[in-house]
């Protein structure tokens, strides 16, 4: 019988198949990002950068208060707070908490606290209602009743923190309902760095002028961001006086901007990697875009690094 030798197909229909794949993908890519407005790209970064922000109340201040210690006398803070650039004890606004209420229960290990906090800054001015569940234990596992004087023996920390209030500042003011989740571990001194894992949900509205134009925009907004593989040194904190400067990781965030205008109403979806840097700024990345920003986390300051688009170093955009 006479034998037909078949060339192999399938090498050059994967190829064909994958370069269609590209083509694809790069159109979608290019749509959207000529769909989405500069607008709601700047927005999109005031709203993330309060969020994360110590200033404005965002995961940052949050965390400050979940490395707390707290009893019926009122929270201790286990960090030396200096402002960054000055050297000098930082203006936050902890410590002048009021109406505040404190509860333990043995059984679950659960120390409870209520309290209403405001400030009146030169560039912020807050009021809100704050309410923290903290689970203090060793490193057997034990609860610890009597955090502050039993500090050394702290190992982890499981912590849970709403906040719901109003900031203000220069360019941009924002209402908002948020709730925090950290298990913290390696707080005792047998460990340099504490690992954190949680999440963060906020839901809200944000009034921006967010191209300095004195023309004011406006979007409510619903966000989730999880905490993937964040490390805390423990030295840098003490030498700096803050977290913003030993924190490094990274946060996978979901956003979605709503804006109605003569009864329509429009909806915007962004997600994307947001990468602690570990000097007191974060990079926030869109997903399939070129653009990102830089925040700064201890006031939620944001801009633009590069206006050519390249993708900064760290992990690549999707």
Not at 31 to 43: A, F, N, R, V
Not at 57 to 86: F, K, P
Not at 243 to 271: A, H, P, Q, V
Not at 282 to 292: C, H, I, Q, S
Request: charged residues 30%.
């Amino acid at each position: 019988m006479k034998m037909y030798h078949t060339p192999n197909l399938i090498p050059s229909l994967a190829a064909v198949l994958l370069l269609i794949g590209f083509s694809a993908c790069d159109t979608l890519n290019k749509e959207q990002e000529e769909e989405i407005s500069q607008e709601e790209l700047e927005i999109a970064g005031q709203i993330i950068g309060s969020a994360l922000s110590d200033s404005e109340e965002g995961l940052l201040s949050s965390l400050y208060d979940a490395v707390s210690e707290v009893d019926e006398e009122g929270i201790q803070s286990r960090i030396q707070e200096r402002d960054r650039d000055q050297n000098q004890q930082r203006d936050h606004g902890r410590g002048s908490e009021s109406q505040y209420e404190y509860t333990y229960d043995p059984e679950t290990g659960q120390h409870l606290v209520w309290f209403i906090r405001k400030f009146e800054g030169p560039y912020v001015s807050r009021s809100l209602k704050v309410r923290n569940l903290y689970v203090y234990a060793d490193i057997s596992g034990r609860f610890i009743e009597f955090p502050k004087r039993q500090q050394d023996r702290i190992e982890t920390i499981d912590y849970k923190g709403t906040r719901e209030g109003i900031t203000e500042g220069p360019y941009r003011s924002n209402r908002f309902y948020r709730f925090d989740q950290f298990y913290l571990e390696g707080l005792s001194d047998a460990s340099r760095i504490i690992t954190l894992r949680g999440s963060h949900l906020g839901n809200g509205e944000m009034n921006a002028d967010i191209l300095r134009r004195d023309v004011v925009t406006n979007r409510t907004y619903e966000m989730e961001m999880n905490l993937e593989d964040i490390r805390i040194d423990k030295e840098t904190v003490k030498e700096n006086g803050n977290l913003e400067d030993g924190i490094s990781g990274f946060i996978s965030y979901r956003l979605t901007m709503t804006r109605t205008i003569n009864g329509e109403t429009k909806e915007r979806n962004l997600s994307g990697i947001i990468e602690l840097t570990g000097d007191g700024t974060a990079l926030l990345r869109f997903d399939k875009l070129r653009e990102f920003f830089r925040i700064g986390l201890a006031t939620g300051s944001v801009d633009r690094p590069d206006s050519s688009g390249d993708t900064p170093p760290g992990r690549p955009r999707s």
